[in-house]
């Protein structure tokens, strides 16, 4: 049996302090947004008793389906940076980026290239390469295959909508097809919820059709997502049934919020080909007293 853990949206904090110039890019609307509405919710241990208790469950891998940061300037993502190594090995630990971490142009070369051995497939590059594209990337560990896709692009003040573009689809696919005559289940990491309606219209994922096209010809086992910091599971349509679309909480997420508090998703993966059996166990803080701890919930309902 193989476990995958799910965390997303840590949004690292608390906001370094920003120069002028920083301060006159997209980033002011950022910057107001979050000290209007995430100082108050999200506080550092809340990442912590999360972190703790995927550790007690030893799972073999951790999925970061993106936003490690907020404003994505270099004091952050080099903060993240330390914080992935923290995390824990690179091969037992995926990430995919999010819109936080591609704030603004040129942010997103920087975020992939300080965090590289976390989005790097099994047959990339060791070392960084500027012209080499990443997305989607692919990493076999024991019957799983993680397949990576990025969504993270730069986008205008109030908007934090992600692209899934069409070298991207046709990739994905030629990756899930070969994964599956391999005999492994595949789960996809994507930031943004490829799903309609999932988001409002400024934060939506562009490319939805396409993800769902790829999805039914390519073959998925399970896709994994954040950016919306709700638990949700959705469904799309694959080649032998329904195939879960699963979204998580903010891993920063304090109680109290308008957004239900951090949460990660536990995955139990076993079975084979045709009949894989696949379990999700969600664990939620809560207040217990004066103590916040974790509450298990069966995302599928089995
Ligand atoms: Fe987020
Ligand atoms: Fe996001």
Redesign the pocket.
């Given at each position: 049996m193989f476990k995958l853990a799910h965390i997303s949206?840590i949004h690292l904090g608390p906001l370094p302090s920003l120069s002028f110039r920083e301060l006159f890019s997209k980033r002011i609307t950022g910057f107001v947004n979050w000290h209007r509405n995430r100082r108050m919710h999200l506080f550092g241990s809340t990442l912590d008793i999360l972190l703790d208790d995927i550790r007690r469950q030893s799972a073999d891998h951790v999925a970061v389906t993106?936003?490690l940061v907020n404003l994505a300037s270099g004091i952050e993502i080099r903060k993240a940076a330390a914080w992935l190594r923290e995390l824990g090995d690179p091969s037992q630990h995926s990430v995919v980026p999010?819109?936080?971490d591609a704030y603004v142009p040129g942010a997103y070369e920087k975020s992939m290239r300080a965090w590289y051995d976390y989005v790097r497939g099994d047959l990339a590059p060791v070392e960084w390469q500027e012209d080499k594209r990443i997305f989607p990337y692919v990493r076999v560990r024991d019957k799983v295959a993680i397949v990576g896709c990025s969504t993270a692009v730069a986008t205008p003040p109030f908007s934090?909508s992600g692209y899934f573009g069409k070298r991207q689809a046709r990739e994905t696919v030629n990756v899930l097809r070969a994964a599956g005559e391999a005999g492994l289940f595949r789960v996809i990491l994507i930031?943004h919820p490829p799903i309609r309606g999932a988001t409002s219209f400024h934060k939506r994922m562009i490319g939805i059709r396409r993800f769902a096209a790829v999805v039914s010809s390519g073959g998925a086992e399970l896709v994994l997502h954040?950016?919306t910091h709700l638990n949700t599971v959705h469904w799309l349509r694959g080649q032998t049934g329904p195939v879960p679309v699963v979204g998580i909480a903010s891993a920063s997420q304090g109680l109290g919020g308008s957004k239900p508090p951090a949460a990660y998703n536990l995955f139990s993966i076993a079975g084979s080909p045709g009949a894989w059996e696949l379990k999700g166990e969600r664990f939620n803080l809560s207040r217990s007293g004066d103590d916040v701890s974790t509450e298990s919930v069966d995302i599928f309902g089995t």
């Open positions: 949206d993106g936003d999010g819109n936080h934090a930031h954040g950016h």
